[in-house]
């Protein structure tokens, strides 16, 4: 039975990908959620206690809690990792901190459950903007400006990348870094369509609900992908929000300039 992980399914990304799960046709499908309030989760998804369609177990705790995340864990077959945050500070640690947690806790299963444990695939969100292969269809001043105002987040992903690197180094895991374009219309549940670009031109926006449904396509292909840092590109309409763009892309900004 494969044992689908979703850290943070509370948020954007996290309520897409369970979403998109949850209408899948994976046979034999069971969903570990991770969430800090359970209650907020069956507030979002009340289907959760009565759906037949798929084996549901939710934990809730902070990604910091040892024992609860080892428990969320066990048997995983693919980890999404879906705890992030869009608001820039000099503390920002969350990245880090998700991997270091999920790391030691895959460490500590396979001493346990070794020669049967088996290496999950974990998929991590980054961004577009840090992908040296892809071409945003945006001015390069614009580009730079922005990883400017939000390096604070960036610099927090490349740290988490690094350890998930060296994790699959030590066999414990492998990985595929996801890369999307500026994430719009969290609350939009169909998706409009989207590919994977390796190389080459992208969109600048893209649906969560496609991102959800292309980071579960990518779980799916993980031994096409395993290793590999992929562009996410929206095919379909996105609605842009510029106002709560520029509002994340000015919170950033006064961090990175602030002395403290």
Not at 16 to 21: H, K, Q, S, V
Not at 80 to 92: D, G, P
């Amino acid at each position: 039975m494969p044992t689908h992980v979703v850290l943070g399914a509370t948020g954007g990304t996290g309520s897409a990908i369970l979403r998109y799960l949850l209408s899948s046709q994976i046979p034999d499908l069971r969903i570990n959620i991770l969430v800090r309030s359970k209650s907020k989760l069956l507030q979002a998804f009340p289907q959760l206690e009565s759906t037949s369609s798929a084996s549901i177990s939710i934990f809730e705790g902070s990604i910091s809690n040892e024992d609860v995340v080892k428990a969320c864990l066990r048997h995983a077959e693919t980890i999404y990792i879906c705890v992030a945050t869009n608001h820039a500070s000099r503390k920002v640690e969350v990245a880090v901190t998700t991997a270091a947690s999920l790391v030691a806790a895959l460490g500590h299963l396979r001493e346990v459950d070794r020669p049967e444990y088996k290496l999950p695939v974990v998929l991590f969100n980054r961004s577009l903007s840090l992908n040296s292969d892809a071409q945003l269809p945006i001015p390069g001043f614009v580009k730079k400006f922005t990883v400017f105002a939000l390096w604070l987040i960036y610099e927090d992903l490349l740290k988490a990348g690094t350890i998930y690197e060296k994790a699959e180094k030590d066999g414990l895991l492998t990985h595929i870094t996801a890369d999307p374009p500026g994430l719009m219309d969290p609350e939009r549940t169909e998706t409009t369509g989207y590919k994977f670009v390796v190389r080459g031109k992208t969109s600048a926006t893209i649906n969560y609900a496609d991102l959800g449904a292309a980071l579960v396509e990518l779980g799916q292909r993980r031994k096409e992908f395993e290793g590999t840092t992929i562009g996410i590109s929206a095919t379909g309409p996105v609605r842009v929000d510029v106002l709560s763009n520029l509002w994340i892309i000015f919170l950033g900004l006064k961090s990175r300039l602030s002395p403290f």
